[in-house]
Every structure is written in structure tokens, then in C-alpha cells.
């Protein structure tokens, strides 16, 4: 089972929200974890988007809309990434990453079609 | 103005080696972890090492410890990633990447095909 575990793809309107989901495999605890999310689009390296670990730490970089916020579901072990007021500039491949037994662990990505 | 080059990129036939290069500008290079991740053409990220700010600690992949090794010049602003016996399924971008907290900072990569 892999370490983190993203929906290959999810698809949302213009104006909804999107929830890109974060799941950890099921022995390690997300609440232990910092949870960073990264943007991709076509042709260009990722984009740092904002980390969270709870609402006393979290971190998002400069630039990054207020649309973009990090939170956690400790029932589904996940870390999630929520984008509000979507807009066709947010289709993208979204990565989640951990740092994980002296590693570095990235989810496969989700890629988000707004349509 | 965070800067981040790669360089040292293309083909190689398997088994052979390559070395890449990054040059930072724009920040104090020596304060930072510093890291390398690939991506495979039409694939999601995979990190491949990082190292510390001193060259002390280094972490690799589980795939590529043993054939790669990361290194930095801190006098020249730049790192390193010596990559040998190459693989076929090591062919992707390499992006360097500063590492504050997680990867705040990418270069824009360099494309390695290990093909024969």
C-alpha cells in the first residue's frame, strides 16, 4: 500500500469548491504530519502552495489566493487540499507530500479539471 | 530573486553515468537544505536525495541509493547529483529544489533519457 494515496483525477465547475483528498496508509498517524501541497501545470516544475499540520501550524506561501486552504480529516486519516471559487487557472496536477521515515513521499497526484 | 539552474542533462545508455548540476542564486545557498526530485515523463514527483547545509547528512530513495550520490560546493552556490550504473526507468525531469520546509523554491529541470 502506498504511503500517501490521492484520486487520480476530479473534475468541478467554475465558482464550486474542490476537495483534493491525502490519504495516509492506514499505520501512520496524518496527525503527526505535516501535509505540503504543491501545483503543477503543463510544462512547468511544481509550485509550492501552502503546508499543514493543525491550525496552530501551517504555513501559506506568499502569492497563493486565499481560495487555496489546508485541513485535515482525522476520521479518514487524510490530508486535504480545499480550493473555493474555482477557476479555470486552478486546472492542474496537485501533489501532497510527507516527510516519511527520513524521506521525502509524494501522493501520485490528482489532476483537477474545471469545467 | 530565488534562482535555481539545472544542467548536465541527456542521453545515456544504460549503465553508463551523468552528472547534473544545479546553480542557486538570489538567497545565502549555504543556509539551506537542498534536494533533487524527478519526474518521469507523464508521471507524478518522486524525491530523490537531499542534503544537508554543511554536506553532512545526505537521503536518498530507496531506488537510487548506491548508484547516486548528492553533493554541494558551497563556495560555488551549486549542487550536485553523480548518477551511475543508469537504468532505464531513471529517464525523467530532474528538478533541484530548495528545501526551507518542504520544496519552496524549483528550477526548472533537466530532461535524463537513459535509453539504448
Known amino acids: 500500500q502506498a504511503v500517501l494515496t490521492q484520486p487520480s483525477s476530479l473534475s468541478a465547475s467554475p465558482g464550486a469548491s474542490a476537495s483534493l483528498t491525502c490519504t495516509l496508509r492506514s499505520d501512520i498517524n496524518v496527525g503527526t504530519y505535516r501535509i505540503y501541497w504543491y501545483q503543477q501545470k503543463p510544462g512547468s516544475p511544481p509550485q509550492y502552495l501552502l503546508r499543514y499540520k493543525s491550525a496552530s501550524d501551517n504555513h501559506q506561501d506568499s502569492g497563493v489566493p486565499s481560495r487555496f486552504s489546508g485541513s485535515k480529516d482525522a476520521s479518514a486519516n487524510a490530508g486535504i487540499l480545499l480550493i473555493s471559487g474555482l477557476q479555470s487557472e486552478d486546472e492542474a496536477d496537485y501533489y501532497c507530500m510527507i516527510w516519511h521515515s527520513s524521506a521525502w513521499v509524494f501522493g501520485g497526484g490528482t489532476k483537477l479539471t474545471v469545467l | 530573486e530565488v534562482q535555481l539552474v539545472e544542467s548536465g542533462g541527456g542521453l545515456v545508455q544504460p549503465g553508463g553515468s551523468l552528472r547534473l548540476s544545479c546553480a542557486a542564486s538570489?538567497?545565502?545557498?549555504?543556509?539551506?537544505?537542498m534536494s533533487w526530485v524527478r519526474q518521469a515523463p507523464g508521471k507524478g514527483l518522486e524525491w530523490v536525495a537531499n542534503?544537508?547545509?554543511?554536506?553532512?547528512?545526505?537521503f536518498y530513495v530507496d531506488s537510487v541509493r548506491g548508484r547516486f550520490t548528492i553533493s554541494r560546493d558551497n563556495a560555488k552556490n551549486s549542487l550536485y547529483l553523480q548518477m551511475n550504473t543508469l537504468r532505464v526507468e531513471d529517464t525523467a525531469v530532474y528538478y533541484c529544489a530548495r528545501e526551507p520546509v518542504g520544496f519552496d523554491s524549483w528550477g526548472q529541470g533537466t530532461l535524463v533519457t537513459v535509453s539504448s
Open positions: 538570489g538567497f545565502t545557498f549555504s543556509s539551506y537544505w
Open positions: 542534503v544537508k547545509q554543511d554536506g553532512s547528512q545526505k
